[in-house]
């Protein structure tokens, strides 16, 4: 397998990753939002660093209802 092909293979997994970022953070920061354990920055932490599974936990577990 040549680098492009990998490329290739792994730019929906990319796409779909930077997109999860990117809405969760943009969800993180609204200032109306309440998160569990009441800190925005440990849930940001989580979301950016733990690549794939932080951004779907967060969904899943970090956000409060409204």
């Known amino acids: 397998m040549n680098d492009s092909t990998l490329l290739l293979l ?3 997994l990319i796409v779909i ?3 999860l970022i990117i809405f969760a ?3 993180l920061i609204q200032p109306e939002r309440k998160v569990k354990g009441d800190s925005k920055l440990m849930w940001g932490i989580i979301i950016c660093l733990i ?3 932080g951004p ?4 899943f577990v970090g956000r409060e209802e409204r």
């Open 25 to 27: 953070v943009h969800d």
């Open 17 to 19: 990753q930077l997109g």
């Open 56 to 59: 779907i936990l967060y969904l």
């Open 51 to 53: 690549s794939l599974i």
């Open 10 to 12: 792994l730019t929906p």
